[in-house]
């Protein structure tokens, strides 16, 4: 069992500088606690202390709030061979960094008390010398807090380091960023350099592409043009009359020549699409005039094939916002492709409003398109191979014509198709603001 002095004795003799301890004595077997209480008392020390066995030590362990521990050994037979005090300590080396340990003793060798200085005791006292133990503990007690005031110092000043190496540290990696940073604009600024160089070479091309497209149109267009005059002056027979091999050569000239001038207004017209030179003149258009005037341009084309030509307008549509010139071509555009891959049944152009949009969709019940044909049919010279359509010719130009056109207008077309069913050609162009005016 456990004794527990609580007792805080004081004497007139003089004190030592040390007061108000608070000690644990551990007793070893056959060791008693009297004589080193009465040894404090008589040297005027204020102290209260808790005495445990050995064997109890374990429970004391998570408390240590105590000033300095009294390990009180004892030799049982002085005659004998006897425990060694380190041999009872291993429970000393959990907590020699947190309170001070004084070695209560009999009389030891030499070498075993150099082995207890080293284990980490504070000191050690003789039993029959304990008149010392205030000394030896007031000792003890001051180095043992100089020595953690040190060990303190010497963390701080560790961390100090480990932190001014750490800023080192982030100061070269700041140096590195900066570098790479200043890199960075550099490679940017190079890059910038070359968009700008890039761009203006691009104006030039664009300005040598207008001139391109300029002289085309004078040197191809107007010839073409002529050609084609004196065709149909000659197929008029305005200057006499042609044998049956005469007429069919100058129809066959006639033919090709508008061929070439539609191949070449598709062309000039894309390229000044492509090099970003048309410039559209959107206004207030009636949704029914452009689409009546669009369906007379191919109405003599599928009265020839016996093609029922539709309009349908829905009630809610009166307006669009377009360019009149632009919107009319796409449309004869779209209605002339269905009517050239139409053989029988009917081509329909139907209006109706999504949203801020308008559909214009051709539908007709021609051959369809397959899926193979359809990832092309927007490419430039892309035609339709149909033996169903043999004799139709066609630029190849035209519907990627009308999709940059549309995509000018900020809006689309959508092709829906099903091979020998038919297909649905839809232009989107934003309705009108104010559709009801």
């Not at 056959?30 to 429970?59: R, T």
């Not at 390990?71 to 309170?99: A, D, G, R, T």
């Not at 490679?187 to 761009?199: I, M, P």
Request: aromatic share 6%; proline share 3%; glycine share 4%.
């Amino acid at each position: 069992m456990s004794n527990l002095f609580g007792l805080i004795l004081q004497s007139n003799q003089k004190q030592t500088k040390i007061s108000n301890l608070n000690l644990l004595i551990v007793n070893a077997q056959g060791a008693e606690a009297e004589v080193i209480i009465k040894a404090l008392e008589k040297a005027s020390v204020s102290f209260s202390c808790c005495v445990i066995s050995v064997d109890e030590i374990s429970l004391y362990l998570p408390n240590l709030a105590y000033d300095a521990i009294l390990y009180n050994f004892c030799l049982l037979n002085p005659y004998q061979s006897s425990p060694h005090p380190l041999e009872q300590l291993q429970w000393w080396e959990k907590i020699q960094k947190v309170v001070p340990l004084i070695l209560i003793t009999d009389v030891l060798g030499d070498e075993v008390a150099i082995e207890c200085i080293q284990a980490g005791m504070s000191g050690y006292v003789l039993r029959h010398k304990l008149y010392k133990l205030p000394t030896i503990l007031e000792t003890a007690i001051a180095s043992f807090t100089q020595k953690q005031k040190q060990e303190r110092q010497i963390a701080i000043i560790e961390q100090q380091q480990e932190y001014i190496k750490q800023l080192e540290q982030e100061k070269q990696n700041q140096e590195k960023l900066l570098t790479t940073l200043l890199a960075t604009i550099g490679q940017q600024q190079k890059y910038t350099k070359q968009l700008e160089q890039e761009k203006q070479n691009q104006e030039e091309a664009n300005e040598a592409t207008q001139e391109f497209i300029s002289h085309l149109n004078h040197e191809l267009r107007s010839p073409i043009a002529a050609i084609l005059g004196f065709a149909r002056m000659l197929k008029e027979e305005i200057y006499g009359s042609l044998n049956d091999k005469q007429m069919q050569y100058i129809k066959a000239i006639a033919t090709i020549g508008e061929h070439a001038l539609n191949l070449i207004n598709d062309y000039l017209d894309l390229a000044k699409v492509n090099a970003d030179k048309e410039e559209l003149e959107p206004e207030k258009l009636a949704v029914e005039d452009i689409c009546r005037a669009s369906l007379a341009i191919v109405e003599e084309k599928a009265r020839q094939k016996g093609l029922k030509l539709n309009l349908d307008i829905d009630r809610e549509v009166y307006f669009c916002l377009a360019d009149k010139l632009r919107l009319q071509q796409i449309l004869v555009n779209l209605l002339s492709n269905a009517v050239k891959f139409t053989q029988e049944g009917s081509v329909t152009l139907q209006i109706t409003p999504q949203e801020n949009n308008l559909r214009f969709s051709v539908i007709d019940t021609g051959i369809g398109i397959s899926a193979e044909n359809q990832k092309k049919l927007f490419q430039p010279f892309q035609q339709i191979k149909n033996s169903a359509c043999k004799g139709e010719k066609g630029t190849g130009l035209g519907l990627a014509l009308s999709r940059k056109l549309a995509m000018l207008h900020g809006g689309d077309i959508i092709l829906t198709s099903t091979e020998g069913k038919g297909s649905c050609f839809t232009l989107y162009i934003p309705r009108c603001p104010d559709n009801s005016l």
